[in-house]
């Protein structure tokens, strides 16, 4: 086929190459604008870009689409069979929806229903579900509501993180939108309605989804929030009426002492945290805003916490 890929982070870059290693031509990469980043603020290219300048693609970062005439009249004459949409973040208007015979293909990371949404790998792991995986669809104009195509599992481990699973979720992902792509071409994929009813939204990760609150979250639910928003945007709560960060933690399965929800407590394992429902976690890790990283008993002793003080 003749294609058009959009994206724009890592996650994008392993579809890109299993395109091109399936032998379709890549006519047009689109992407993100390079973006200041860094302490001098300096542009930076997007990984899809450099993946798309190695390997000799040409690459278009239009800053605005919907109304971009220039960009409309390229793709329009470029004639691609498909767009591929993997992370490109960018809304894709109905001209574009409708240009290539066969669509815009997206891949997914969750199993569509569950998760539309900007940040589905993070809220799965977030949530505690012990499987997830990636959907190929059609988009259309709704978020996340394209029929279906191809579908893709994975485990999740009791103790992965949301940055353990991305690389491999883009790996499977890259598979799917290949066997997408040759069952499209040979008429052997039929798009299948998703059921609305069951869908799930998986909404942009903001600084306050990490913030814990032990009063009402057991030490899993705490536990299982870290591991979906590591790195960013973390886990966090207030002590001494600053930033308490967790960078390290564990579920303590089982507490010798009664250790009150929202509570701190040294013992001889380490810095506890009380949650709800008599659980408790083992802080490995922490940082208090403005001060360096360390174990959690050593903050305990360098910052003389006081039996039962408080996080909120």
């Not at 030490?219 to 870290?226: F, L, V």
Request: with cysteine; aromatic share 6%.
């Amino acid at each position: 086929m003749k294609l058009v890929f959009c994206g724009t982070p890592e996650f994008a870059v392993p579809s890109l190459e299993a395109v091109l290693a399936a032998g379709h031509e890549v006519a047009l990469v689109v992407t993100q604008p390079d973006k200041p980043a860094g302490r001098g603020m300096d542009l930076r290219a997007s990984a899809v870009k450099k993946a798309a300048l190695a390997a000799g693609l040409p690459v278009d970062q239009p800053a605005t689409i919907r109304r971009n005439e220039e960009f409309r009249a390229k793709l329009e004459e470029l004639k691609p069979d498909a767009i591929c949409v993997v992370a490109f973040g960018k809304l894709i208007p109905d001209w574009m929806l409708a240009l290539p015979r066969f669509g815009n293909i997206n891949v997914h990371g969750s199993l569509l229903p569950k998760y539309r949404g900007a940040a589905p790998v993070q809220w799965a792991v977030a949530n505690g579900e012990t499987e997830t995986g990636v959907t190929t669809m059609r988009l259309d104009a709704g978020l996340d509501t394209g029929d279906t195509l191809v579908e893709r599992r994975l485990p999740i481990a009791p103790d992965a993180t949301s940055v353990d699973i991305f690389p491999q979720l883009a790996t499977i992902g890259a598979q799917a939108l290949v066997e997408t792509l040759a069952g499209l071409q040979e008429g052997s994929i039929s798009p299948s309605p998703q059921d609305h009813s069951q869908a799930t939204l998986a909404p942009i990760l903001t600084r306050d989804d990490a913030r814990v609150s032990p009063e009402s979250q057991t030490a899993q639910q705490i536990y299982n929030r870290w591991r979906g928003f590591s790195p960013w945007p973390g886990s966090f709560a207030s002590l001494r009426g600053k930033r308490f960060i967790f960078h390290r933690l564990s579920v303590k399965p089982h507490v010798e002492q009664e250790v009150l929800p929202g509570a701190l407590t040294l013992t001889d394992e380490g810095l506890l945290l009380g949650a709800s429902q008599g659980s408790a976690l083992l802080l490995e890790e922490v940082q208090l805003e403005g001060k360096p990283r360390m174990a959690g008993a050593q903050f305990a002793r360098d910052f003389q916490l006081k039996p039962g003080e408080r996080v909120e």
